[in-house]
C-alpha cells in the first residue's frame, strides 16, 4: 500500500539520523567530561601552590641570618646568654669535662665573637659515670667500658628572674682497651669519650634553648 511504501522509504532516513544522534551525543559528552576533570584539576593545582605560599611564610632558618617578623635572630639571642660557671670537685676529671661542656657552648653561642649584653643565665650541672660492657672472661678485665655524663640545666631570665627552662640531657659514649698493657691507650681511648660526650651534651642544650628562642616553649 501507499503508506506502506512511504513509511519504508522514509525509515532508512530516520535511521541514519537516529544511528548520528546517537554518535554524536557520546563524543559530546566525553568532551564536555574531559573539560570539567581538566578544569577539576587546574582547581586542585592552584588549592595546593595557594596553600604552600601561605605555609611557607610559617616557617624560617633555625639559623638564618634576618628574622621574618623583624625581631632578634637566633644568634644575637644565644650569644646573650650567660653561662654559668659549672660546679665540680677541683682537680678531678669531671672538673676538666665542666670546663669543656662551657666552652663548647660559649663558642656555639657567640661562633668565637664577643657575647651580647647578658640577657639570661645558663646554670647546669653534671656528674660522669663509668661502667664496663665487655669483660675478657679470662683475666676479668674490660675490653669496652663506657663512659657518660648526666646533666640538667636551667635558663633564668634575667630581667624578672623566671626560670623559663628546665631540662635533663645525658650521653653515653663506648670506647676500647687494647690490652691491659697498653695503658697509655686506654687514657687516650677514656679522653676521646670524655670529649664525645660533652660535646653531646653542649649540642642537646643547645638545641634546647634554640627550640626556647624560636617557639617560645
Same mark, same amino acid.
Given at each position: ?6 513509511? +519504508? ?45 601561605? &605555609? ?53 653561642? *657567640? ?7 647578658? *640577657? ?11 661502667? &664496663? ?5 679470662? +683475666? ?5 667500658? !663506657?663512659?657518660?655524663? !648526666?646533666? +640538667?640545666?636551667?635558663? +633564668?631570665?634575667?630581667?624578672?628572674? !623566671? ?55
Amino acid at each position: 500500500m501507499w503508506w506502506h511504501d512511504k513509511r +519504508t522509504d522514509r525509515s532508512p532516513f530516520f535511521a541514519r539520523a537516529g544511528a548520528e544522534h546517537r554518535g554524536v551525543a557520546p563524543a559530546s559528552a566525553a568532551l564536555a567530561h574531559g573539560r570539567v576533570v581538566a578544569q577539576a584539576r587546574i582547581i586542585r593545582a592552584a588549592a595546593a601552590l595557594a596553600i604552600a605560599a601561605l &605555609a611557607g611564610g610559617c616557617f624560617q632558618p633555625l639559623y638564618g641570618e634576618q628574622s621574618p617578623t623583624g625581631g632578634p635572630v637566633l644568634r644575637d639571642q644565644l650569644s646573650a646568654v650567660d653561662v654559668i660557671q659549672i660546679q665540680a670537685p677541683k682537680g678531678t676529671d669531671e672538673a676538666r669535662i665542666a670546663v669543656e661542656i662551657r666552652n663548647a657552648l660559649l663558642y656555639d653561642f *657567640t661562633g668565637g665573637g664577643y657575647a651580647a649584653p647578658p *640577657t639570661h643565665r645558663l646554670k647546669i650541672a653534671m656528674n660522669s659515670t663509668r661502667s &664496663a660492657i665487655i669483660v675478657d672472661v679470662h +683475666t676479668s678485665r674490660p675490653d669496652v667500658e !663506657n663512659y657518660g655524663i !648526666n646533666a +640538667t640545666y636551667s635558663l +633564668t631570665e634575667i630581667g624578672t628572674g !623566671n626560670v623559663v627552662v628546665t631540662g635533663q640531657t645525658f650521653a653515653r659514649v663506648s670506647y676500647d682497651i687494647p690490652g691491659q698493657e697498653q695503658r697509655f691507650a686506654r687514657v687516650r681511648g677514656l679522653r676521646d669519650a670524655e670529649l664525645r660526650a660533652a660535646r653531646v651534651i653542649a649540642d642537646n642544650i643547645r638545641s634546647r634553648l634554640a627550640s626556647y628562642f624560636i617557639a617560645g616553649t
